[in-house]
């Protein structure tokens, strides 16, 4: 066990505190403590997200369970906050919204399994990066639109709603856009590999024909 792999630890242990948090009658409604808290707990177990990753790189770091817990830790998050919203806000996120977000996960860590089976892997793309950053936003948006449609801080006004549905929009589309992406970069190389593998049966076969026809 290492830094980065105790940063992991900890964002999968605030999963369930999120939640509990979301779903809990134990704090006030009046002053939306719970909308705050759940907020920005998720902002900070989204950013330990990158903080790992980076350490684990930085200090050479990388172990196998830290390549385990990983995927592990983003995959339940995003389907622990999407879940949880169902309930929570279903005004922003319907259920429908949310099997499709979850299912691209599942897609990909399908895809990225069948590629290490394959021996090779399947980088994060520009895209799966982004949508990263537009999950933040989304979820964060949705959490605190159940308690303020419009969130007003001094100078500051914040339309929750209209930032809350119009990020959760474009998560669904940029989730299938980059499902699309992450299938095709799977799809090429397979479909690579499986040529390669013919034309070494082909050539394998010429050449045990050759062979037959000497003796």
């Given amino acids: 066990m290492n830094l980065p792999n105790y940063i992991t630890i900890s964002r999968i242990f605030t999963i369930p505190l999120v939640m509990w948090i ?3 009658n134990r704090f006030s409604q009046a002053t939306g403590a719970k909308e705050l808290l759940a907020a920005v707990l998720f902002v900070v177990a989204s950013v330990t997200d990158a903080v790992d990753g980076y350490l684990a790189r930085r200090r050479n770091q990388i172990t196998t369970i830290g390549m385990l817990l990983d995927p592990l830790a ?22 429908w919204m949310a099997v499709i977000i979850v299912g691209r996960e599942f897609l990909v860590s399908g895809l990225r399994s069948i590629a290490a089976q394959q021996g090779f892997t399947i980088e994060a793309s520009d895209l799966g990066k982004f949508k990263m950053v537009l999950q933040i936003v989304a979820v964060t948006a949705a959490i605190l639109d159940a308690r303020w449609a419009v969130w007003q801080r ?25 499902a699309g992406d992450y299938f095709a970069a799977f799809w090429s190389k397979i479909d690579r590999q499986a040529q390669r593998r013919r034309r070494r049966a082909f050539v394998l076969s010429r050449r045990k024909k050759g062979n037959v026809a000497a003796t």
């Fill in 22 to 24: 979301l779903l809990s």
């Fill in 74 to 95: 983003d995959k339940l998050m995003v389907t622990a906050a999407f879940v949880t919203l169902v309930q929570f806000n279903p005004r922003i996120v319907p259920a």
């Fill in 154 to 178: 001094g100078w500051f006004i914040f339309p929750m709603e209209l930032i809350a549905r119009f990020s959760m929009g474009a998560m669904v589309a940029l989730s299938l856009w980059s």
